[in-house]
């Protein structure tokens, strides 16, 4: 590459305002350390009218052509988002040898593979860190310093909108639909909160993260997802009083040769790492034999953060022999998706209950019958009826949901049972 | 670099028998994700007949030449410690084109900048992730992922040793002889402690950290620092009952365009992202105003996480263009170091008094006079004498050290004060 590096970016919002902006701050240092000055030389944009305070409006253009169809682009940077017609241009570029820098995160989360063969086949690279964690270099880390650490599992909190509203909840016990109104006023959630506090934009990234991390084909539709907006506070408060924190997890691990990934909301042990990030922060706990635990953490949304982690990218091209940690993100263990069901965990499980002679007798029995036992049991009486809480030992997940299929059955559960799959240094709370 | 790299390797003590280990274990990986066949060719010991389980003795050799005038090899690997002649051999090295990776903490906080220099002059490249805090990847994230970030500071828990003792001291209430008996018992702190406890290992540290993420040449002899052998456990529980932590910190920071760096037992707010890294563990707080706070965690120690750091940067050799990110690392920036004293910080003061009348006010005023205010104050009996603890709102440093001066010449002051720094977020505990 030449000592002027020209870059054309696709998109120009918030973050690629923000790219504009750090790549004009940060000429001086940049071109001292890497020896090129970075120049934007054409921003596709849909709306040529649109404002955008300090963006140079001759840089704009309509026109994809402008930038797919110019040889003269060393780098294109994607920060438009949206799968379609994203997908295809990108495939273009990558394959016609232009290294690509996106935030685009859904797109990865579908189309990865396909992109990495595609970089790795037109002899370019592909670099994608701002799309999991803004500005958190996990994948960085991942794909480079821990290439060949044989991690065996990846716990994130890779969603800063529920991590929020799960600390708000905590420390001042308000419900969930509080706290996420209070999100919402600041800005901490968006106004259709769906794909936040539904798990599914944790999944889209714990299956990129996945994906790197074993080197194989993990998609967004391999990973089952639970939110929070199910949650109950009373459920956050108990989880408390026993010492557990509640957090909506991404688990990425390795099952007997198999990948699983999922996310759902779980308790972690009050002395976890994972316990003590809060508010809208996020953390990735990333495990091996060879490394034993490694956490980053930081902050995983923001406009100048995302951008950051863009920039890195570029920097990140410029100092890589073309196709260097490109083949080791690719799907090549080729390890196969674990099946539903085959994990183990502890567990809490809440059932709230007539208050009545034997119930407990009556209760621990079931679970006795499906072989699951009981670690901690908590029981309050609530008027006529009763709350009975209790940690269940490491189990077989399918051995714990037939108990609570027999559970649910019983004259004595009022209300549908509560479980939540306890993550952590063992089963026991501190 | 053709598919075979040969691997030449000074030194083969716990570190490099986990380096021959490692890239045994990971060969395949490697090579699909890399291209590259990694071979050790050569491995310079002193003793040929020392014991190495599973080390091919038809490696190993005597004579450096072997190794340095080889010109088939690829990459040194430099784990045999010390100051001499090892700097003068890696320069050698390192002049004549052959990128190094050493985890030599020592040499890089002495030789650092000459070894750089040698390095860009020489078209190599030298790389030591691996000579602060093991495997956490903190050197690679600050010279490639946040080379353009414009890092405020980096505070750091960079010992483990020092964090183990005063963790346990904070946990169970034992003196620091006590915790440190018990740190050696289990592993965790040498026969001999001293460059441990008394901080030298940590401002050794700090130099590599501050002239990376500052681009100016910081050594450790621009390292003031104060270890934690003189504190008592009292500090640590009367610390702990006002909301703060006791750590020995390595704080690095921007002021006024100057780096300060300094290695000191500190408070941190019970809160704040540090106070929760406990044990052996290791932890690297990096602040800007672009990325907002970024935390690494995780062992700081052990052969095999140190190994794992060293093939690391092995790969990263591999995967970099010659002498990219080198520059960035360099002292290019030149900034100056900071005048003692211009700090500006909350403290912990600690004064054990004689149990009279008025011998608060007479304190007070004296502080006063000095321009320095109380924020807290906690005043206990204990038989003739008081326990004076306050924590003193923020001001200059200069200003609470002739306070502190003018206290030790009362007649009410029995002995020698404690003043230990307050960092973290504000100056008041939670």
Known sequence: ???????????????????????????????????????????LVRDLQAS???????????????????DTIDIIIEVMGGLDPTHEWLLRALGHGTPVVTANKQLLARHGPDLLAAAE??????????????????????????????????TGIVNGTTNYILSEMRRSGMSYDDALAQAQDLGYAEADPADDVGGADAAAKMAILASIAFHTRVLIDDVPYVGIDELQSDDVDIAGELGFVMKLLGVARLVDGAVSVRVHPALVPGDHPLASVSGADNAVLLESTMVRQIMLVGPGAGGTET?????????????????????????????????????????????????????????SAVLGESGVSILTVLQRGEGESARLVMILHRSPEARVQEALGRLRDMRDVRAEPVLIAVVGSGEAPR
């Open 1 to 43: 590459m030449s000592d002027t590096v020209r870059i054309g970016m696709l998109g120009c919002g918030t973050v690629g305002q923000g790219v504009l902006r750090i790549l004009g701050e940060t000429a001086g240092t940049v071109e001292r350390a890497t020896g090129h000055r970075l120049e934007v030389v054409r921003v």
């Open 52 to 70: 955008r305070p300090g963006v140079d409006p001759a840089l704009l253009t309509a026109d994809p052509e402008d930038i797919l169809g110019d």
């Open 121 to 154: 086949e037109g002899g370019s690279d592909l670099r994608f860190e701002a799309s999991v964690c803004a500005v958190i270099p996990v994948i960085k880390v991942l794909r480079e310093s821990l290439l060949a650490a044989e991690i065996d599992s990846v």
């Open 307 to 363: 951008a950051s982690a863009v920039v890195s990218d570029v920097l990140s091209i410029l100092g890589s022999r073309p196709g260097s940690f490109l083949a080791g993100a690719l799907a090549d263990a080729g390890l196969p998706m674990a099946a539903e069901g085959s994990l183990e965990s502890a567990f809490y499980l809440r059932l709230d209950v007539a208050d009545q002679p034997g119930v407990l007798a009556r209760i």
